[in-house]
């Protein structure tokens, strides 16, 4: 699904936390959103969801004007969110039941997602007998239920530990590469972004510009090898120069 921005901004009384920013992202297509705390990344993403109006400016998915929340996309967020009294399978089907619908007929469905997050032997497993990262697996295989076609991630690893974190980065490009959803990822993490996404949107701090879009050429799947990759290292650098620069990062942290 396409999502395009024109001059979209946000205040929240008489602060600008989001300056107007354009952006176009084609179907299929991987961002990653980088940038310091309070720079705007969430509440680009709940405008886009439309969870949060816009101050001005125009928010286009798939081609329609977005005029409320958007009900074909996928949402996780840093915390996955889970009901502790509904077990795994549960919670992935409890989206459903939401809209109204019978969760049998999503069951198979349901269990193919577990399957692929690989949580399938955990399917009646309960919040509680899951570890950090296979609970976010279990929000992961929720939100990509009814198969959208646009994906928005809020910082989803944020919570875990290193270990974990880079685990789940590779399961979700997994993931994406079998199918290409449009995704927007949002994160603190320098290195998450430049090795899940096509292009990383560079945002400067509050109030929320962006500072640059780079495109990432290194060849999929980005396993643990690609940290190596010379372009890896040449994009790292230019993201931090970028901070440095925008006095995010100081010198001595480097």
């Known amino acids: 699904m396409r999502v395009q921005l024109s001059q979209v901004g946000r205040n929240f009384g008489a602060v600008q936390a989001l300056a107007p920013v354009d952006l176009d992202i084609a179907e299929g297509e991987f961002i990653a959103i980088v940038g310091p705390s309070g720079c705007g990344k969430s509440t680009l993403l709940r405008i886009i969801a439309g969870l949060l109006p816009a101050s001005g400016g125009q928010v286009l998915v798939g081609g329609r004007a977005r005029s409320g929340p958007v009900t074909e996309l996928g949402i996780v967020f840093q915390q996955p ?48 007998a899951l570890s950090g990262g296979m609970r976010q697996r279990v929000a992961i295989a929720r939100a990509l239920l009814h198969d959208p076609s646009l994906l928005l991630m809020d910082e989803p690893f944020g919570a875990l530990d290193a270990l974990t974190r880079e685990q789940m980065r590779i399961d979700l490009e997994a993931l994406w590469l079998r199918r290409r959803s449009t995704v927007l990822f949002v994160t603190h993490s320098v290195d998450e972004a430049v090795l899940l996404a096509d292009r990383v949107v560079v945002m400067s701090p509050r109030p929320g510009r962006i500072e640059r879009v780079i495109d990432i050429d290194i060849p999929r799947p980005r396993g643990l090898r690609a940290r190596r990759d010379p372009e890896f290292l040449r994009i790292e650098t230019e993201i931090t120069e970028i901070f440095l620069a925008r006095g995010v990062l100081a010198r001595g942290a480097v």
């Open 81 to 128: 969110v889970l009901l502790d009294w509904r077990s795994a399978l549960g919670n992935v089907l409890f989206q459903v039941e939401m809209r109204g619908e019978r969760p049998g007929v999503w069951k198979d469905r349901a269990l193919a997602l577990l399957d692929q997050v690989g949580l399938r032997d955990f399917a009646g497993a309960y919040p509680h």
